[in-house]
């Protein structure tokens, strides 16, 4: 059982307030220790016990490790040219999934995993800890769930998207497909799986066969989650929030009603920030979530298409500069409020008990990861007590 003490921390964000100043529990001069995994002592510099090893941070501030709770990493090809023509003027409209459907079906176990643990290992150093990983670009039986196989490898929050769009070979089917989602694919995906996905939206699908796969996804033993009203208003926010989903995600067309529905219930409002800054489309109401009383999580939506992004420090600065939200809303969001959309109780924090996964920032203060946009901040991360 290893030790490991961090200290000279100038500023540790714990996200309880019950541990500190302010929304984010902030402690100065602090310490912590982590051992067998786990925060096990939190307090002042002056008094830290000896563990096996030390890290001195000298006076900079300490995170909890990023949340990443939305990510698309299992995938082949490239789609810059799509990025470039809509930098052009083209609108965005999520056709272009098939492409990259019909380049990960081409390409080898050995292809997927790399490029997958290349993303995956991107986004540590950037400081993301605990990562969601959808399938949802392979599309058939085999394809979804060697998807989520080498998802597994990568991460424990693997989740099956086969309701991402309907392949071109269903094209004129598309309950076939809905049969196929909710039957045997499901049935291969499950293995692999904690979680259900649909992208309920106009050109994906709609609400009847949205809930239907969420519905025979949940009867399964899965968690449900839903790509919700991204390209226009619909019915994805309220049918999460009606089925119990533990997020919806992406919420950039939303009603009052949406607002309030997410506002009074348990699903967590996700926002994907780098999806509207590589779309050009408006960013969600990050400001009226909040104010309404919505958890809001921040997360990446890391894929091809998009948001070929995997930095949550880009997202926090869009979240603030782009959508209303103050420093540390938007650092609370990519940390407790990406944990909460996972349904995690020991994540995005860092309070005895919880993991020992950490960010040490080459700053003061977390108000850097806003203030100083595009800067490499993260100096070091800490995963499982384990210096990464
Ligand atoms: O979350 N909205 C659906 N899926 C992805 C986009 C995938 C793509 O364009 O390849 C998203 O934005
Ligand atoms: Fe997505």
Partial sequence: MRSLLVTNIGELVTGDPSYGEGPLGIRRRAALVIEDRRVEWIGRADYAPAADSMLNVDGAAVLPGFVDSHAHLVFAGDRAAEFSARMAGEAYTG?????TVGATRAATDDQLRETAGRLRREALRQGT???EIKSGYGLSVADEARTLRIARELTNETTFLGAHVVPPEYAHRPDDYVSLVCGPMLAAARPY????????EDGAFDEDHSRAILTVGAAAGLGMRV???QLGPGPGVRLAVEVGAASADHCTHL???DIAALADSRTVATLLPGAEFSTRSPYPPARALVDAGATVALATDCNPGSSFTTSMPF???LAVREMGLTPWEAVAAATSGGAQALRLADAGRLTRG??????VLDAPSYLHLAYRPGVPLVSTVVLNGELT
């Fill in 129 to 131: 800890t605990t990562m």
């Fill in 315 to 317: 997202c926090i600065a």
């Fill in 95 to 99: 056709g272009g999934i098939r492409t």
């Fill in 193 to 200: 799986a904690k979680w259900i996905d649909v992208f309920c």
């Fill in 354 to 359: 919880s993991r020992g996964d950490l960010v």
């Fill in 255 to 257: 009603s009052d009603d």
């Fill in 227 to 229: 790509h919700a009203n």
